[in-house]
């Protein structure tokens, strides 16, 4: 399986940005994708994920303004980010589960205040 992310940029506080992630490769037994960001300093985390049945979770701190979706017609992961805060900054990376873990590249998120 193959990751390419895409999607990020600079916006402004309160701004929206929408991260794609398309997935290549042997995509059929994809179980789980997901995004995950890396601040600068600190620890990866886990964003939000989305299963093959469309169910979905994510971090508290970015519940209700960030939505997790999947087109699996188009092997392609989604993640609308909206009311931007300076403190999501960070390198957002998808990923994929089947029986092993993938990661795509990551894409640089910037908001400024």
């Known amino acids: 399986v193959q990751l390419q992310a895409s999607g990020g940029g600079l916006v402004q506080a309160g701004g929206s940005l929408r991260l794609s992630c398309a997935a290549s490769g042997s995509t059929f037994n994809i179980k789980y994708m997901g995004w995950s960001r890396q601040a600068p300093g600190k620890e990866r985390e886990l964003v939000a994920s989305?299963?093959?049945?469309?169910?979905?979770r994510y971090a508290d701190s970015v519940k209700d303004r960030f939505t997790i979706s999947r087109d699996n017609a188009k092997n392609t992961l989604y993640l609308q980010m909206n009311s931007l805060k300076p403190e999501d900054t960070a390198v957002y990376y998808c990923?994929?589960?089947?029986?092993?873990?993938?990661w795509g590249q990551g894409t640089l998120v910037t908001v400024s205040s």
């Open positions: 990923a994929a589960l089947d029986r092993s873990l993938y």
């Open positions: 989305i299963t093959s049945g469309l169910n979905t």
